[in-house]
């Protein structure tokens, strides 16, 4: 029995050796032989901006941001960016939003995620704003390719 345990995992420890070598396959002289995919830079610069980024952590709590999503506690911000205040269908915002004549342009929205309820008061929105520039910077264009 012990022999046969030790055989086992003799072979084991072979197979595992095998498996850790060091060397590899070279890699091919030209990556479209190697038959994966290759991005471009624009591709990987787009798949950066597009990942959720971590300052957005906070406002997934109330908000969706799919296309045609259901409204949360705050309107689903699919398309937000470029468009006028309390556009999204089916979403009952204050009276203050409904006034605000805001357009969600690059500065209007730095502002207005920054401080909500010193920018509009009246907003619905009850969070203290995302006072990280960088972080803020990155949900903005975050926000900015949510669209066809």
């Not at 850790?20 to 070279?26: D, I, K, R, W």
Request: charged letters at 20%; aromatic letters at 6%; hydrophobic letters at 35%.
């Amino acid at each position: 029995m012990i022999a046969k345990l030790t055989s086992i995992t003799a072979t084991t420890l072979l197979l595992l050796t095998a498996c850790g070598s060091e060397t590899s396959a070279p890699a091919p002289e030209n990556p479209q032989e190697s038959g994966a995919p290759t991005e471009t830079v624009a591709e990987t610069e787009t798949a950066a901006v597009t990942a959720t980024p971590p300052g957005f952590a906070q406002c997934r709590a109330c908000h969706t941001v799919e296309k045609g999503g259901n409204n949360g506690v705050g309107p689903n911000l699919w398309g937000v960016a470029g468009q006028t205040a309390a556009h999204t269908a089916g979403f009952n915002y204050s009276p203050a939003m409904k006034a605000s004549g805001f357009t969600w342009d690059t500065a209007t929205l730095d502002k207005f995620l920054k401080e909500p309820m010193k920018t509009l008061p009246g907003t619905k929105m009850a969070y203290a704003g995302l006072r990280n520039d960088e972080q803020r910077a990155e949900v903005i264009a975050f926000l900015e390719t949510l669209k066809d």
